[in-house]
């Protein structure tokens, strides 16, 4: 399979790295197909974009249609030889951006159609990124079942339609888990393994593999913002405690709260309870955590799972840190509280 070039930064671009086991699970899809829509959630920026585009090559060499669709980033790649609808993605293009993203999320459901009516297409692969954002999480909801429609009655008969969708949105991941419309799985950041070949790629001189496994926890986005401030942990923490609004969230707690904080930066568990459900969900909410972490068997996971515990990265049995770096700013937020 042909690896893909991944932008790191804008001098960098890097071939798509490890993620061994999620490879083998997508070729797993094409070959067997889904009964479901697929959704894969996990922390931000721990690779489920770049997993997507690579999987795009993997159904495109199984002789898929095969499209990529990413609304909030007006994003899209096509390989299929029906000219029409190349063209009406690009023409989507050229519209506003709201009215543009709505206009893709709905574009990938009407591809799917038409391929399958119009142009007797057998084999169709759908990957749709960041849609929940693009038409709202209210909708999320409606849209996961019009997927389903596809592939439970569809328009023509057909081979293999899959359907994958990538989210981080805990919130989204709730309201869906809800009914039995789609498989959900996670997706964890990189295994020590491969964020190792990952920071081979990486040119220059580096703070030690350990160093960097504490702070990312494997999360190649986090790696990347290091990189670019020059392995400046500090400002990267300032930069997420600024960009979340987090002062904000410490300040609205009480007293006890901020003790349930304290103690879910050491063991994430403890929030795992009745009385401390509801802070747990704000920092779900806010995309510091996941929670409701399933099993660590090999088919409820895309790719390999975390451990079952792992108290230095913020890894719980069922509640978890997206990557330690989320820790260390509310760390830094409850030192100040205390002053
Ligand atoms: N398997 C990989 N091999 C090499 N680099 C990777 C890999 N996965 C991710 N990266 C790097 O990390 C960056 C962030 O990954 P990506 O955008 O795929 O994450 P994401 O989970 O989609 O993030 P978000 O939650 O913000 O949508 C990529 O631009 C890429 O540079
Ligand atoms: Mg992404």
Redesign the pocket.
Known sequence: MRKIK???TRDIE??????EKALKQIYEVSEKGTSYPLIIY??????????LK?AVEIFREQGFETFYINPLQRDFIAHTDVQDLIKRFVEILSEAVGVAQLKLASLAIFVVRELLTRWRRRRIAVLI??VFQAVGLDKAETYVKELLGLIEHPPASYDNIVVIV?T?EGVTRERIGRHRWAILRPIWN?SRE?FEE?LEKIPGTKPSTDDLWMITGGN??A??RLYQTNWDINSVVKDVITSRKLEALASSLNDEEKKWLIEAMKDPDTLFVRERLGLLKRLVEANLMIDTLPERTYDEWIDQHPPERDPETGVGRYVAWQMPLYREAINILVEKIRK
């Open positions: 991944l932008v790191f890097i071939d798509f790295s490890d993620r996990g922390p931000e920026g721990c690779g489920k974009t770049s997993l690579q990124d960041d990538a981080s990189m491969g990952l190649p986005d790696l990347r």
